[in-house]
Every structure is written in C-alpha cells, then in structure tokens.
C-alpha cells in the first residue's frame, strides 16, 4: 500500500458527461501529480499541485481541470467526455516537487 | 520522434537470468525514474536517480548523464519480477516524459 487513495477504481460513463476523479495523498505529501495511461498513447503526464498550487502543466487537455484543496487532496474534473478519454487515470505524491513519488492505484475510466 | 526510448519493448528470460532493460533520453533532466507495473496495474517507483547508481535488492539502476543513458539490471530473475519496466524523466521544467515500458516475462 503505497498510502495514496484513489477514487473511485473504476467509472463508466457516457461520452458528453463529466465526471470527478478523487486523490488523496500520502501523509505529510504536498505534491499532488496527474497521469493518463491509454493503450495507445501510454503513460502521459497531466498536471502538477504543489501544496495548493499548480505547478507545472502536461499534456492534459482544455475539457480537462484540477485542483489541489487546502487540505492536500486534489480532485481531477473531465468533462465532455469522449470515446478516447476511457484510460487510466494515476494520482501520485511526493514530499516536494522533485522527489520521489509514490502511486495510488489508479482509476479506470470507460466512456461508452 | 519520443523523448524516452526503452529497449526491449518486450524481453522473456529464464528464472535466474540477469536482465538488463536500456533507456536513452533526449532532454535536460532533473531525475531519471524506474517504475514497475504489474499486470493489475498498480504502479511502484523503484529508483529514482539523477546520478552514478542505486540498488535495492536484486535491483540496480545506472544512468550516465553525459551519454543520456539509463539501464535497469535485474539479479537472479525471478517470475515475480514479471511486469512493465517503465522508464521515465523529469525536466527542470517539471516536465515528465515517460517510454513505452519493457514487459518482462521470467519463466520459472
């Protein structure tokens, strides 16, 4: 157990909904990271929280938001969602801003 | 052309066979991460490194900065050691570029 929860493990939506990813870090972690892994793009990288603010942004997309609360969760918002959004979705936290990160379990997104 | 290039993209060995899995990259870092992934999907970081080496176990990560080139070496495989070996890079920029992964499989 890596201490990262990750809800829900597993989504099925329709495309044009919006749905709500939920990341809740390890103890005393204030750096919150975003990734998508598809099948046919691989692991990407989203975006970045640092103790509430966002620090460095990916590939995520313009129908895609987040945001990191004062108490260090962070929450990952996809909306008109389509086909290709079904992937998985990791949230992963570290100490600072470079060091080392540990995973949450991910969840698995299928639009229909 | 992929910031991180990891080779092979798939690798099967013996149980007890050393492996080594490769990976150059194209841009300034800051730190060079392994990570595992195993067929549940769960991912673990294993090293991360910006310099010289690190072990853990039957593990051992290499980077040479001047060169862009990271190699994984797995001691005495085992098939628990069965999973995704994936590759990934940190910019100073706080960029993060990742390979495709290395799937090994270790017959027992």
């Known amino acids: 157990d890596s201490g990262v929860t990750q809800t829900p493990k597993h989504l099925i939506t329709a495309t044009g909904q919006r749905v709500t990813l939920r990341c809740s870090p390890r103890?005393?972690?204030?750096?919150v990271y975003w990734y998508q892994q598809s099948l046919d793009q691989g692991l990407q990288f989203l975006i970045q929280y640092y103790n509430g603010e966002e620090r460095a942004k990916g590939n995520i997309l313009e129908r895609f938001s987040a945001q990191q609360f004062p108490d260090l969760h962070s929450e990952l918002n996809l909306s008109s969602l389509e086909l290709g959004d079904s992937a998985l979705y990791f949230c992963a936290s570290s100490w600072g801003g470079n060091t080392e990160a540990f995973f949450g379990q991910g969840t698995r997104l299928t639009v229909v | 052309k992929n910031e991180v290039e990891q080779s092979p993209q798939n690798l099967t060995a013996q149980e007890g066979e050393f492996i080594t899995i490769n990976c150059s990259y194209s841009?300034?870092?800051?730190?060079l991460h392994w990570l595992q992934q195993h067929p549940g999907g769960g991912i673990v970081s294993l090293f991360m490194l910006s310099s010289g080496k690190k072990k853990h176990g039957r593990l051992i990560a290499t980077i040479n900065i001047q060169e862009k080139h990271s190699s994984l070496h797995i001691t005495a495989s085992h098939p628990r050691d069965s999973a995704v070996y994936i590759c990934?890079?940190?910019?100073?920029?706080?960029?993060?570029?990742f390979g495709t992964g290395t799937s090994l499989t270790v017959i027992p």
């Open positions: 990934a890079v940190s910019s100073p920029g706080n960029q993060f570029y």
């Open positions: 103890s005393g972690d204030l750096s």
């Open positions: 841009v300034g870092i800051s730190a």
